[in-house]
């Protein structure tokens, strides 16, 4: 990574904990029901088509179990594709809106942020720093990420997963532990 793009990202970094020290959130849940949700938001990396399929199927299970679920998109180009997706479920952006040091800004990036989804999933395996952003002001009540020691004020539920592997796994992950957080205590009393 050159100097100048090593600049950019601290300067990023910096103004998002600024931002995120004037936020105030609530304390972070100690229980979770994948069952009670009802709104989730998910991010993720739309320049590979075969994620972009992934997420498609994704976004199916969770409205097969009646979820309203709506999906950020990011193109790492100054150019979003022409492509065949609902309006009312699918949102992108493109490097073309973001600032210099890589803040995105456009009315639909400040609704989703301002959406209370019940759930955001951050399905952003390779770090960019714009959905990054997006996650940490987003106003999502729990939130899941990839695992970055320094995410933790972020996240409600980090995943550690290798960087070799692909969003496929990613996403294996994060129904395995919302799973494993909604089985029932067990009382040994």
Same mark, same amino acid.
């Given at each position: ?11 990023a ?10 936020i ?10 994948f ?5 989730v938001?998910?991010l ?9 399929e ?8 969770l ?19 022409? +492509?065949t997706?609902?309006k009312?479920?699918y &949102?992108? *952006?493109s @490097? =073309?809106?973001?600032?210099w040091y890589? %803040? ?7 609704n989703f942020i301002?959406?209370?989804?019940? +759930? ?6 390779? &770090?960019? *720093?714009? @959905? =990054? ?5 987003? %106003? ?18 980090m ?7 692909? @969003? =496929?796994?990613?996403?294996?992950q994060?129904?395995?532990?919302i799973a ?10």
């Open positions: 990574m050159g100097l100048f793009k090593n600049i950019k990202l601290a300067i970094y910096r103004t998002l904990k600024q931002e995120l020290s004037a105030k959130r609530e304390l972070k849940p100690t229980k979770f029901n069952n009670q949700i009802r709104t938001g998910i993720f990396d739309a320049s590979n088509p075969e994620d972009f992934l997420v498609k199927r994704y976004l199916v299970y409205r097969e179990s009646n979820k309203k679920v709506k999906v950020l998109g990011f193109f790492s180009d100054k150019k979003i594709p022409e +492509l997706y609902s009312l479920e &949102d992108f *952006f @490097l =073309k809106e973001l600032n890589g %803040k995105p800004s456009t009315h639909i990036i400040e301002n959406e209370e989804y019940d +759930l955001l999933i951050d399905l952003n395996i390779h &770090d960019h *720093f714009p @959905l =990054k952003y997006i996650a940490a002001l987003s %106003k999502a009540k729990f939130k899941v990420g990839k695992y970055k020691e320094q995410d933790e004020i972020i996240y409600d539920m995943i550690d997963s290798d960087n070799t592997q692909k @969003l =496929k796994y990613f996403l294996r994060v129904d395995t532990y494993m957080l909604n089985k029932p205590e067990v009382n040994l009393n």
